[in-house]
Structures are given as C-alpha cells and as structure tokens.
C-alpha cells in the first residue's frame, strides 16, 4: 500500500522514457545557459575554470574535431558529440596543430560570449559550450549520481541533434530578442537526449537513466515511482523474474551502482523534493520515504546532501 502523503508523481515510471526524464529535469529545477560559442582554429588551447557545486558544464561539437581534456580522460570529440560533466571539473578544449599552442579571445554579446583563437585564422571546429544549474536537492542527487564525464556520439546523422544544431547555429547567428531564453530550451532538450540515451555504439556511460535491460529498467522504474515501499533484493529479483545473483549483477552492469545505494538515492531523492516542497514533518518525511526511525533517515539524508533534513529545510547546506 502507498505511504499517504507522497505525491506519485514525485518520479515516474517508464525510466528508459523521454517522459521520465523530463520529470526527473523537473524535479532538478534546471536552469540552462549557452555561454560561448567556440570558433577555434587550429593548434588552439581553451581551459575551461572548475565550476560551482550546483552548475554541470557542457559541451556540443557541430563541425571539426578536437580533444577535451577532463582530469586523467581525454576525449575524442567528432561532430555530433556531447560532453557533459556533472563533477564539474576543470577542464581543457584542445585542437590539433603545429608549434605552441595558442590561447583564446572572447568577444562578448548580448546572450552568449563568442571565443575565437589568438592570432585570428580559419575556424577548425564549431563548438557550444555552457552550464545547467540544479536545486541542492534532487538536482545534486541525480547529477551525483551519473559519471563524473558522460560522452555521447550522437553523430552527425542523428536527426533530432541534427534539427538541435540548425536551430542553435541560427539563434546564435541572430542574437537577438529572446535568443538567450531559445538557446535554454534547445540546451534543456539536448540534456534530456544524453540523459536517455542508452549504453551502446552511442556512448560507453552507464547511464541509470536510460537503463534498457526490461527487468532492471521495471525495478528501476518501481523505486522510483514508490521508494518508500519495503523494497528487498528478494522482492525486487522475484518481481523481475531473476535469482538474486542474477539481478544483483545486471543491476549494477546497467545502474553503475549496487541495488542497495540506488534505493537510498531514490529516497533522498523523493524526501529533498518533500522538505521542499511540503509542511511535513521530518518524521513524517523518513515514514513516508521508507524509514521507521528518524534519526536513520537524519543519517541516510546527511550522507547523501551533507546536511540534515530540518537544515536542507532553512536551506542551510552546512
């Protein structure tokens, strides 16, 4: 029986969907912004500053190829690449070229900043590059909980990211009124892409988002749409038709993480958007998210977003 008091729709079901995924950006209270679009000609060098704690750089390749540098990785971008780095770590664009490399020159603009290589000369790659911000709760829960570098080769015959690069092109060839709210939404969108694009010639990310084995999708999915019921390995395998062993494996080969921690998750997950967003009280909050004491959800809750329940609550993150 549902715990009273949770709202369903607080995550849905159907986690491999487009549906699913713009509840969970929902949830996040995403904001998206284009900062630069990256001219770069050849033997260029861009680093890129780490960003705070609730903002997750991206990067989307048009034309050209170049590497980005983030911490001991390196990726080979080609066009219809996208980066996203939900650790938001330093990083550093580089394109290939003779000599020392060259620096970058930012012309700034009404919506976007627009970066060029010192010394002018042709343009080798096109690049977007930007941030999404999310609330301290749901948001930072769901980023935490995805690689800290997620690459994914849409290519350059996609035709959804194809549709997405005219668009963004456009809008920044145009620059004006309303420019910087379309060029959000078209980010928005391209998040929700990655996010549910599965594990395969796309991307090599485990990405529980868009998990595509059946069963572990529905348990998946089932956490989420209830993760206050009394959710056990023996219930979950039984429900997905699997031995424990079997179930244990393929969930972490789908998730990234054991079926244990994503429960917690999911349950952070649902208690922040409570805290949030009702008058319950943080007892009734561990009840309704599956915990019978609250000083075990307190612990669970503070482990998870640094900080109690009745603080995440003040918005004291401390």
């Known amino acids: 029986m549902r715990r009273p008091g949770l709202p369903v729709s607080v995550f849905c079901p159907k986690v491999s969907g487009v549906d699913t995924v713009s509840r969970l950006l929902r949830r996040a209270d995403l904001g998206a912004t284009l900062e630069k679009h990256c001219l770069l000609g050849a033997g260029t060098r861009m680093d890129v500053a780490r960003y705070g704690e609730l903002e ?6 048009l034309e050209g190829e170049c590497r980005l540098h983030v911490g001991h990785q390196v990726f080979e971008l080609r066009p219809g690449d996208v980066v996203l780095i939900p650790s938001g770590t330093e990083h550093r664009v580089v394109t290939a070229g003779p000599g020392r490399p060259r620096g970058i020159v930012d012309v700034g603009g009404d919506a976007f900043v627009t970066t060029r290589s010192e010394r002018g000369g042709d ?3 096109d690049l977007f590059c930007g941030h999404f911000t999310v609330n301290a709760g749901a948001g930072a829960l769901l980023f935490r909980s995805l690689p800290g570098a997620v690459h994914v080769a849409f290519g350059p015959s996609d035709e959804v990211l194809r549709g997405l690069s005219v668009l963004m092109r456009g809008e920044a060839g145009r620059e004006g009124a309303g420019t910087a709210a379309i ?9 929700a892409m990655v996010l549910r694009t ?3 010639p796309a991307t090599a990310d485990v990405l529980w988002t868009a998990a595509t084995d059946p069963g572990i999708a529905s348990a998946v999915s089932g956490i989420l749409d209830d ?3 009394e959710w056990t390995i023996e219930r979950l395998s039984r429900q997905v038709a699997m031995s424990r062993a079997t179930f244990l494996r393929r969930f972490v080969r789908e998730t990234g993480m ?3 921690a994503f429960l917690t998750r999911a ?3 649902a208690a922040a958007e409570l805290l949030s967003t009702s008058d319950a009280t943080v007892a009734s909050v561990a009840g309704q998210v599956g915990y019978q004491s609250e000083s075990a959800f307190s612990r669970a809750f ?7 329940p009745a603080r995440f609550r003040r918005g004291d993150r401390r």
């Open 227 to 229: 993760p206050g019921e």
């Open 56 to 61: 997750v750089p991206f990067h989307v390749l």
């Open 183 to 191: 060029l959000s939404a078209l980010c928005t969108v391209l998040l």
């Open 258 to 260: 054991t079926a244990g």
């Open 302 to 308: 503070r482990a998870e977003l640094g900080t109690t």
């Open 267 to 269: 349950r952070m997950m």
């Open 123 to 125: 343009p080798v790659i």
């Open 198 to 200: 599965a594990r395969g």
